[in-house]
T-cell receptor
Framework: AQSVTQLDSQVPVFEEAPVELRCNYS??????LFWYVQYPNQGLQLLLKYLSGSTLVKGINGFEAEFNKSQTSFHLRKPSVHISDTAEYFCAVSDVKGTYKYIFGTGTRLKVLA | NAGVTQTPKFRVLKTGQSMTLLCAQD?????MYWYRQDPGMGLRLIHYSVGEGTTAKGEVPDGYNVSRLKKQNFLLGLESAAPSQTSVYFC?????????????FGEGSRLTVL
């Protein structure tokens, strides 16, 4: 079974500052990794995903994430945030054996301050 | 370009009442999912389907039933609603085998059980 841990429930950051949202996972098998964003009163939408290959993955809206197998982490970063990045961010995993289940973390609420 | 549509968007029930949430997708996706989102708990998988006529249990299936009679529709039923089922419900669909694909989410259905 897999699990996902997002230790930070809330992250306040000033506009134009860098941000890192942390995600750690646990799994006995190889996994695929995802980051989703949820704006207020909306569904989730994909930011980026890691399937294989380069461990640095670039996504939409200037976000990127790095897969670290030894530390079982997939932290999300952005070098300079905007007010419009205020949202909740979810890390998710699925196993490569194809059980069709995506497991989500508890989410990190990013609040960008002016 | 509807994507994933959930109805109704809001509903208030009394304890013991029954209801059905409808999810419809127009992307010809094989895989469909029902999640519930609760504060501090992220998204938890209720049931999922890997194709027309098939369903399977997720993490928190108790108190819910599902049906996938048509490929484009995935219904979530509550037979006897309980206050613990107060939540925001999200339907999602995916086109890809092996859990590599993006999940497309509906906008959510907010259910309150009194």
């Amino acid at each position: 079974a897999q699990s996902v841990t997002q230790l930070d429930s809330q992250v306040p950051v000033f506009e134009e500052a860098p941000v890192e949202l942390r995600c750690n996972y646990s799994s006995s098998v190889s996994v695929y990794l995802f980051w989703y964003v949820q704006y207020p009163n909306q569904g989730l939408q994909l930011l980026l995903k890691y399937l294989s290959g380069s461990t640095l993955v670039k996504g939409i809206n200037g976000f990127e994430a790095e897969f670290n197998k030894s530390q079982t982490s997939f932290h999300l970063r952005k070098p300079s945030v905007h007010i419009s990045d205020t949202a909740e961010y979810f890390c998710a995993v699925s196993d490569v054996k194809g059980t069709y289940k995506y497991i989500f973390g508890t989410g990190t609420r990013l609040k960008v301050l002016a | 370009n509807a994507g994933v549509t959930q109805t109704p968007k809001f509903r208030v029930l009394k304890t013991g009442q029954s209801m059905t949430l409808l999810c419809a997708q127009d992307m010809n996706h094989e895989y469909m999912y029902w999640y519930r989102q609760d504060p501090g708990m992220g998204l938890r998988l209720i049931h999922y389907s890997v194709g027309e006529g098939t369903t399977a249990k997720g993490e928190v299936p108790d108190g819910y039933n599902v049906s996938r009679l048509k490929k484009q529709n995935f219904l979530l039923g509550l037979e006897s609603a309980a206050p613990s089922q107060t939540s925001v419900y999200f339907c999602a669909s995916s086109y890809s085998q092996g859990n590599t694909g993006e999940l497309f989410f509906g906008e959510g259905s907010r259910l309150t059980v009194l």
